[in-house]
């Protein structure tokens, strides 16, 4: 058997926005006093973490890619893998399946949401070394209650490419709670998804 690659970081971004009313990943956010596009802030931390991601997007998404090395400039622009996922619209789980299959080669996922802003690269880091020492389920926590970013070792694999619907891997970590490895963050961020634009105001009491 090959040797395996190092852990793959795999942010999503093929969401439609229903909810939001417009395409949330492009909507003006600003934190810490400095103004770019949502899913920009989302996308950094995971950039200062890895040298390399793995970002879903759906089809039709070149404005979106446009937009975001605009903002997150060259060098870090040159960092991201730009994944078309042709089955976006089947939901969540088949946009990280697409995420997963393309990065095969790895020992392990860190499955992120680029609607997740306020994410703090500590929690990032936390879960890749939990994986990294031997953890086979991992995810940031916060006053005992589990968050994101997730990360799964290679024995979920082929788990990982059967999910269907919505709800990403949900089913998973409910089923293996027992053995996940909690990663603790003094961080709400690690909670702060961005589903409707009252959520977007929500932030200032994250930060």
């Known amino acids: 058997m090959p040797e395996r690659s190092e852990i793959a970081a795999v942010v999503l971004a093929a969401g439609s926005s229903r909810r939001f009313g417009s395409d949330k990943l492009l909507h003006p956010v600003t934190l810490r006093g400095v103004t770019r ?5 989302s996308l950094l931390p995971w950039l200062e973490t890895f040298e390399r991601i793995t970002v879903v ?28 996922c042709h089955d976006a619209e089947q939901g969540m789980a ?5 995420g997963v299959r393309a990065t095969c080669e790895s020992s392990g996922w860190m499955i992120g949401l680029a609607d997740m802003p306020a994410l703090p690269s500590a929690a990032i880091a936390g879960v890749r070394n939990a994986l990294l020492s031997g953890a086979q389920l991992s995810a940031a926590s916060c006053n005992g209650r589990h968050g994101h970013p997730v990360g799964f070792a290679f024995r979920y694999y082929e788990e990982l490419l059967a999910l269907g619907g919505d709800t990403g891997a949900r089913r998973l970590l409910e089923r293996d709670a027992s053995s996940l490895v909690p990663v603790p963050i003094g961080d709400n961020g690690i909670f702060a998804d961005v589903d409707i634009p009252g959520d977007v105001q929500n932030l200032r009491n994250v930060i």
């Open 37 to 41: 596009p949502l899913a920009a802030h």
């Open 57 to 84: 997007v759906r089809p039709g998404s070149e404005v979106f890619r446009r937009t975001m090395e605009t903002s997150l400039g060259i060098i870090r622009a040159a960092a991201v893998r730009w994944l078309v």
């Open 94 to 98: 088949a946009s990280l399946a697409c």
